[in-house]
């Protein structure tokens, strides 16, 4: 995979060379910290991947993209979380906020991996209502009225149905998002996240504790303190999907 920086701040093009040479596939081809070498270097070069600063001396990362004939796959890495809409608006990859934690920017290279594999190699499609379905390290973006979040969807514990809205549970915030608790477990990893009764999905690997309950289910507590009801249906699939 073919990668060129651009950053204004030498220690930050340090830090990602760093992680990057850790990397086997990572291929560093080039660097830049402004927008005029950057541009003339990525229209040269085509790399596959760009790892783009928002803030760029006297221009954005966003100014870079719209001059760009050749546009690769793109990273941003910023410490600003007040880009990200713009960024997700634009179909980047991921978005990286400083600084940069290893993980991270693995569960990035690994999007990238996947976007740029051949057809020919993909795999067998996978089981209808998995397809596209979205897991632990994929960023996802919540809103609720004039307040957003970007948010790591492994740190969601949960989702609670109201209404024709769902609200999420992350991090002590309780955003209503516009979306129904049956349309988010279509589009969720049914390995992350459990529909728990008619009103919850749950986040499996955020279970703290599994108790019987009085309606001969269970009562989970979340490591976050919610409690839920798993409805007498749902325990004896929980039960599988939880034991060795």
């Keep these: 995979m073919r990668i060129f920086i651009v950053e204004d701040s030498r220690l930050a093009r340090q830090e990602l060379r760093t992680l990057l040479g850790a990397i086997p596939d990572a291929d560093i081809v080039g660097e830049a910290a402004e927008l005029l070498p950057a541009r003339e270097a990525i229209e040269q070069l085509h790399p596959d991947l760009l790892l783009l600063d928002v803030e760029l001396p006297g221009a954005t990362g966003f100014d870079l993209l719209d001059q760009l004939e050749h546009l690769p796959l793109v990273v ?138 009085s309606s001969e289910g269970y009562r989970v507590t979340l490591r976050d303190g919610h409690q839920v009801e798993v409805s007498r249906r749902q325990a004896k699939l929980l039960r599988e999907m939880l034991e060795l």
């Design 76 to 213: 941003f890495t910023t410490a600003y979380d007040q880009h990200a809409l713009a960024a997700f608006e634009r179909n980047a990859l991921d978005y990286l906020l400083k600084p940069i934690a290893p993980d991270r920017l693995d569960a990035a290279l690994a999007k990238a991996r996947e976007r740029l594999r051949p057809a020919a190699a993909a795999p067998a499609a996978a089981p209808t209502g998995s397809a596209g379905s979205k897991g632990a390290d994929d960023m996802v973006f919540l809103r609720d009225g004039e307040r957003c979040w970007f948010v790591r969807l492994g740190d969601i514990t949960g989702f609670e149905a109201c209404g024709n809205y769902a609200q999420a549970w992350f991090d002590g915030q309780r955003p209503l998002i516009s979306r129904t608790l049956t349309s988010l477990e279509e589009k969720l990893d049914p390995q992350l996240f459990f529909r728990a009764s008619r009103s919850h999905l749950i986040n499996l690997r955020c279970i703290q504790s599994v108790a019987p309950s």
